[in-house]
T-cell receptor
Framework: DAGVIQSPRHEVTEMGQEVTLRCKPISGHNSLFWYRQTMMRGLELLIYFNNNVPIDDSGMPEDRFSAKMPNASFSTLKIQPSEPRDSAVYFC????????????FGPGTRLTVT | DQQVKQNSPSLSVQEGRISILNCDYTNSMFDYFLWYKKYPAEGPTFLISISSIKDKNEDGRFTVFLNKSAKHLSLHIVPSQPGDSAVYFCASRRGGQNFVFGPGTRLSVLP
């Protein structure tokens, strides 16, 4: 298995532009998580999907952030418009069930907003 | 307010010695705890876990200790190896809720 796949690995964009991050979870996993890692706050959970349905989006910072999971093998995290404070590494993780303690993380997307 | 704290941003240890990484949590309802390891340019990978019904769990060179009264857990690595150099995240959760991660501690094992 290829593991969780994220694209792009690096994204540099200008303030105000739309950014879309992509994730392909491990086949057969029905729970998907988006996290953001910053120096100050570490790993923060942004949103959690179960069976393609958003269950908990309380971590989404503001309306500029949105996430979708149109099918079991694909999810997107969109930031529109982007701001310099959105610069961080964004991770996608999947697992068989939220009750499972082991999440499998992708390699992350490093986002830089100038 | 961070519910999971790792107060040491970094730690340096000599190869062969013991590494002790600490984690404190504020929510007394947390009942499951994890450690993840993260290498540069990679995602975190699961390392070891412990349930609140235990106070110790061991897996090879890695041992996690849980002190519920102090709301404190620690990860011991013995002996430390250069390949253990990474960022270590502590994570905790209550029941079936999502895990809350700490900010991480960067461990450097010096040859």
């Amino acid at each position: 298995d290829a593991g969780v796949i994220q694209s792009p690995r690096h994204e540099v964009t200008e303030m105000g532009q739309e950014v879309t991050l992509r994730c392909k979870p491990i086949s057969g996993h029905n729970s998907l998580f988006w996290y953001r890692q910053t120096m100050m706050r570490g790993l923060e959970l942004l949103i959690y999907f179960n069976n393609n349905v958003p269950i908990d989006d309380s971590g989404m910072p503001e309306d500029r952030f949105s996430a979708k999971m149109p099918n079991a093998s694909f999810s997107t995290l969109k930031i529109q418009p982007s701001e310099p404070r959105d610069s961080a590494v964004y991770f996608c993780a999947s697992t068989t069930d939220r009750s499972s303690h082991e999440q499998y993380f992708g390699p992350g997307t490093r986002l830089t907003v100038t | 307010d961070q519910q999971v704290k790792q107060n040491s941003p970094s730690l340096s240890v000599q190869e062969g010695r013991i590494s002790i990484l600490n984690c404190d949590y504020t929510n007394s309802m947390f009942d499951y705890f994890l450690w993840y390891k993260k290498y540069p340019a990679e995602g975190p990978t699961f390392l070891i876990s412990i349930s609140s019904i235990k106070d110790k769990n061991e897996d090879g060179r890695f041992t996690v200790f849980l002190n519920k009264s102090a709301k404190h857990l620690s990860l011991h690595i013995v002996p430390s190896q250069p390949g253990d150099s990474a960022v270590y995240f502590c994570a905790s959760r209550r029941g079936g809720q999502n895990f809350v991660f700490g900010p991480g501690t960067r461990l450097s094992v010096l040859p």
